[in-house]
């Protein structure tokens, strides 16, 4: 019984001096990158991320250098890997340079990997869904006339809602001949749409309440 907990007392001061180093280890890396010498920070962190993957301060340590240089291809892998471990950003317009590098590099399927998958649950910023889902969905002759963003299913997660229209040849500039709506999850998989043809309509009055006042929101409009 004794040895057990003298093994015990051991295994917590070791942790305890684990930890003390990891948290120097941190701070020296601040210093140097106060001082610009990010070699020696990138070093630290890098280190620090081999003794322990989940050690999220020097992720967002190494993010904030290869960032910072202006080096995606790096802030891209090291971003990734911390996402992995479950890493999540707090500035959340990063993940939008991730996805548009890949997107410049011709890597759709990746992007479409990282929506569906390790960002699904991500708040993404909203130049996200307009740039990546609203647009890649545009049918040829339409313009996108309104978004909005809410809770529709009652499940905690914003869905998009979308309001697109194509002009009527014959009538005036407000006028439109076909009129479709659409509701998307942030993974862009439509959950509902909808097609007013033949019009012509007027631009349609679009909002997000909760009309059933049920705490659910509801897709209302009227043309």
Known sequence: MKKRITLLILAMMLILILV???GNNLKKAEKF??????DKAEEIYTELILEDGKNFEAYDGLINIYRGSGD???TAKILEKAMKEGYVAQDKTIYLEL???YMESGEVEKVDSLVKGQLKEVELPKEFYEKYIVSKDTKEGMDVLDIGYGDLNNDGIDEIAVVYGKLHENHGPDMYQDLRFVIYDK??????QMEEEYGPYTKPDFELVDLSKDGVL???YSI
């Open 20 to 22: 003390g180093c990891t």
């Open 33 to 38: 990158m106060e001082k610009g010498e990010l």
């Open 72 to 74: 995606i291809e790096k």
């Open 99 to 101: 996805l548009d590098y």
């Open 187 to 192: 993974a862009g998989e439509i959950l509902y």
């Open 218 to 220: 509801d897709l209302y």
